[in-house]
């Protein structure tokens, strides 16, 4: 009985096979850590880019001069070249002007003052008390001014400033043929722009167009 239980024991330890290696090697390791930080970064691009999205649709502030045309119908009299400034997400400006084909077409600043008054000029007709009026500083509006006035003959152009804000500005804007609204990209809200145009519809005056700095 001894003998055929020994014999049994060796047969089976004969049988028995090395069981494989369940240990991960070096290399699988270094395969698998390469494949999900490759995923990891892809995903984590995505979700920047859709975070940009978000708040590009979801952003207030004028972006584009067309959707002053698009939103209000409001003629584009000149757009000045933007001012390249290192800040967060600007390669997205970049890509939209792309995008838009807009990045080409931007003028010097006497290119555009000539333009812009020559558009302005088209549009005046009768006017001859024009008031110069928009959501940005006073400083960039008189900028503005200092530029247009001296190709607008026969045409008084004056100063007027935030019509949504200011008082005096509103009071001017009433004694004034027309209007010609001055706005900033990445600064001008769309809230204030409407404010501002439905002041000028109150008062019946005419928007001449915009001019976009």
Same mark, same amino acid.
């Given at each position: 009985?001894?003998?055929?239980?020994?014999?049994?024991?060796?047969?089976? #330890?004969?049988?028995?096979?090395?069981?494989?290696?369940?240990?991960?090697?070096? *290399?699988?390791?270094?395969?698998?850590? &390469?494949? +999900?930080?490759?995923?990891?970064?892809? $995903?984590?691009?995505?979700?920047?880019? !859709?975070? &940009?999205?978000? @708040?590009?649709?979801?952003?207030?502030?004028?972006?584009?001069?067309?959707? $002053?045309?698009? =939103?209000?119908?409001?003629?584009?009299?000149?757009?000045? *070249?933007?001012?390249?400034?290192? %800040? #967060?997400?600007?390669?997205?400006? %970049?890509?939209?002007?792309?995008?838009?084909?807009?990045?080409? =077409?931007?003028?010097?600043?006497?290119?555009? !003052?000539?333009?812009?008054?020559?558009?302005?000029?088209? +549009?005046?007709?009768?006017?001859?008390?024009?008031?110069?009026?928009?959501?940005?500083?006073?400083?960039?509006?008189?900028?503005?001014?200092?530029?247009?006035?001296? #190709? $607008?003959?026969?045409?008084?152009?004056?100063?007027?400033?935030?019509?949504?804000?200011?008082?005096?500005? &509103?009071?001017?804007?009433?004694?004034?043929?027309?209007?010609?609204? @001055?706005?900033? *990209?990445?600064?001008?809200?769309?809230?204030? &722009?409407?404010?501002?145009?439905? @002041?000028? %519809?109150?008062?019946?005056?005419?928007?001449?167009?915009?001019?976009?700095?």
């Amino acid at each position: 009985s001894l003998d055929t239980s020994l014999k049994d024991k060796t047969k089976e #330890l004969e049988e028995l096979e090395e069981p494989a290696n369940t240990l991960l090697s070096k *290399r699988s390791i270094l395969k698998s850590s &390469i494949k +999900y930080a490759f995923l990891g970064g892809v $995903l984590g691009v995505f979700m920047v880019v !859709f975070f &940009i999205c978000v @708040v590009f649709l979801m952003s207030d502030k004028l972006v584009n001069e067309k959707e $002053l045309k698009r =939103r209000y119908g409001i003629m584009v009299l000149g757009v000045f *070249r933007r001012q390249e400034k290192k %800040r #967060l997400f600007s390669f997205v400006d %970049r890509l939209v002007d792309r995008m838009e084909g807009t990045a080409e =077409r931007e003028l010097a600043d006497a290119q555009t !003052f000539e333009v812009a008054a020559a558009n302005a000029g088209n +549009y005046i007709e009768d006017s001859r008390n024009v008031l110069l009026v928009g959501t940005v500083a006073d400083q960039a509006i008189k900028m503005v001014q200092d530029g247009l006035a001296p #190709l $607008l003959n026969g045409v008084t152009l004056s100063v007027g400033g935030n019509l949504g804000r200011d008082a005096q500005a &509103i009071k001017k804007a009433a004694s004034c043929d027309a209007v010609i609204v @001055v706005e900033k *990209r990445n600064k001008s809200g769309f809230g204030e &722009i409407e404010q501002e145009l439905d @002041v000028i %519809r109150s008062l019946g005056k005419k928007v001449i167009g915009c001019i976009v700095l």
